[in-house]
Structure formats: structure tokens, C-alpha cells
DNA sequence: GTCGACATGTAAATTGTTACATGATTTA
DNA sequence: TAAATCATGTAACAATTTACATGTCGAC
């Protein structure tokens, strides 16, 4: 079996396209949102974003063009560009994104608002609140086996992790209510 | 001026020099560690972590020696790689740690417990929590203004945001408490 | 007219990922 | 004895950082 040179779509690539998706962009304008905004931590720096954009384009995910009423080109993404997002949008949530990258999850949920249908989302904070849920055991099962034989330090350290993953299972409740209620368009 | 060749030290490089010195562990056992723990978001890679452990050795960071009782040989800090976690450790809390890098500012908490007096834990706490308070409120102006103009997506995602930062002052606040009311030995 | 922000890029060095390779030791 | 885990590494590749280079445009 051939082996076929796989282009892979990194975490920065997705991002990327998400915010373009949202509103097109200069590659200038890229680099401020992720410097300036909260948004997750991604590279600013202009060796990562350009070429993340040539890539993108090479993989005929995203065009720079003139858009009406504007002087300067901007990326936007393509019909294919949309499908590759909506397709990672739409990946199960595991319980080792739920562990490690909590942040991509939030930054997928933002991405979510005008591609996804109202019952998707719900699905995913569904999906995401039950993974939570199933890993915060599993953190106070190991608090109140060993948490009694860590250092102070680390444990107090170990206890913010699961205050923040508290935090996060109940944003979910509230989410999936704001979203429920809200009227779709 | 002639530029000297400086060799950096990576977060990966401080997260490893932070686990030897608890514990004196195997490269292998290092991988186990970023692997299996909720340590914060080190690769495990052996592409990642035995280079790693080769810069630091000839840093004169970490040794690789056998130790009594034991049969296998293990990495450990040598008093140059204590030295250099200490001044990692007593690094003022920027506010762009508190933005981006709520994790390594926990592990370095972490790896505190030994390395440093009860007065200087407080003050790391305290800086912390001062620094998180300017952003939280800086966070609560943006939503106040420009909340109500965001997607509810967007909206819902800030607000998580808000809430895990809001949950690490309170967990500011009861470890300076704890730290306060801990015997030191 | 110059300062700062807008805007796009490149090159070298470093770092990390993925996949492979190897062998020892433990355990079922 | 076969499988799993311990243990250490390398090679090819991909990605990122840092630093540099260049030029436009509007404000003051």
C-alpha cells in the first residue's frame, strides 16, 4: 500500500479558519485577534501565521480576494474550507480533549454559532459536559485516595484543577439553557 | 558587541528540572509523568523529552547518575539546576502569564514546595492574584460594553473565560490562607 | 516629516511530531 | 513463552520562534 503524503491541518490552521469564517481578514488583521484577544494560545508571530495561510491555500481551504466595498484583499474561506471546519466542529468531544485542551473546545463552541444547527450544539455541550463529568471523578477519586499524601503545595495546585474543571461542567448546565432558549433563526 | 550563543531554556526544560527535583526519575519515567499526570500540556514524546534531557545535561542543569539503593540510574538537578529553577520560580507574575499561561504559573506554584520560604510563596500568591484581579476586570469591561453586540456563542464562550479566571482568585485567596496557616518546618 | 500602526514576508535555528528500531525485564 | 511494559534512542519531517527586511499610510 502506497503511502500518500498527508497534509495535516494543524490547531493554528483550524483557528485560522474559523476567525476568517466569522469575518474575513488581512493576514495582518490574524495576527492582531491572536494577539490582542483572548482567544486561545496561538502564534502571532508572523513565521507561523503566513505560512499557515499558504498552506491553507494550497489546500484550497481559504482565497485572499477583493470583497466589495473594501480596497484591500482579505482571506476568506471556500465552500471546502467551511466542510474541513465543520468536520472538525463536529468530532466527538474525547475525555482527553476534556483533559488537555479545554481551551479548543470553548474555541470550537464560538466557531459553532452560525454553522452549526441549534441541535448539533446542543449535542456537543451535551457530549462535553458528560466527558467533564467522567474525568472530574476520576480527579476526586485520586483527591481523596492520595490527595492526603501530596505535598501542600501540590495539592493545593491539584485542587485548582478540578475547581476549574467545577467551573467548566457548570458553564455547560448554563450553556446548554442559553442555547436551548434561544430562539433560532 | 559580539553576540553570544545563548542557549534557552524551554518551559519543557523548567517542567522536567521541576519533576527531578521532587523526585529523581528515568527518561522514561519523565515521559510517564507528562503522559499519565494532569501536569499541564509537556509532549511526551521521546523525540521531545530525551533531547531535552541532553540540552539540559549539558547545561550542567541535571545529571544522570545512580543513586543508593537503587538499581537503575536516574536523572536528577544538579545545585546549578536548583539555581536556575529558583530563579524561574521567583520570576515576577506578568499579566500576560495570567492571560495565557494559568498552567505553567500553577506548576510553578507546584514545584515550590521545598525551593522556596513561606514568605516567598505568599508574595508569588499575592502578585498572582493582583494580576489576575486587574485582568478579570478588564475582561468584566469588555463584556459590560461589547457583550451584548456578540454572538451568543461568542458571548457564552467569554463568559467561561470569565468564570475559570474568577475560580482561580477564589483559589488564590484560600491558598494564601492555607499557605498562611501551614506549619513551617 | 517622522512616528506609529498597517502589512507582508524570509531565513536560520530550534523544537516538536511521528514513526521506527532495539533490547531488557516482568508477568500471565 | 508470548505479551506487555520498561527503557532509550534516531531520522525525517513539520512547525514555530526570533530576528530581520521592506514598504505603505495616516496622524500630529
Known amino acids: 500500500m502506497k503511502k500518500v503524503k498527508q497534509i495535516k491541518t494543524t490547531s493554528l490552521d483550524y483557528a485560522i479558519l474559523g476567525l476568517i469564517q466569522q469575518e474575513p481578514l488581512s493576514g495582518y488583521g490574524i ?30 481551504l481559504v482565497v ?8 484591500k484583499e482579505k482571506f476568506r474561506c471556500t465552500p471546502k474550507g467551511i ?36 441541535e448539533q ?23 481523596s485516595e492520595e490527595g492526603s499524601s501530596l505535598p501542600l503545595n501540590g495539592r493545593l495546585a491539584f485542587e485548582h484543577g478540578l475547581a476549574g474543571y467545577s467551573t467548566t461542567y457548570k458553564w455547560c448546565k448554563n450553556a446548554i439553557a442559553a442555547i436551548r432558549n434561544h430562539q433560532e433563526k
Chains 1, 2 share one sequence.
Request: hydrophobic share 40%.
Open 31 to 60: 495576527r492582531k485577534q491572536f494577539e490582542t484577544t483572548a482567544i486561545g494560545n496561538y502564534s502571532s508571530s508572523p513565521g507561523a501565521v503566513y505560512p499557515a495561510l499558504d498552506r491553507l491555500q494550497k489546500l484550497g
Open 64 to 71: 485572499k480576494s477583493l470583497l466589495e466595498n473594501q480596497k
Open 121 to 143: 450544539k446542543l449535542e456537543y455541550l451535551t457530549s462535553f459536559q458528560k466527558q467533564l463529568k467522567i474525568y472530574i471523578e476520576q480527579l476526586k477519586a485520586f483527591h
Open 83 to 118: 466542510d474541513t471546519l465543520k468536520i472538525w466542529l463536529l468530532q466527538p468531544v474525547e475525555i482527553n480533549d476534556v483533559a488537555k485542551n479545554v481551551d479548543v473546545l470553548l474555541l470550537k463552541f464560538a466557531f459553532m454559532d452560525t454553522l452549526l444547527t441549534k
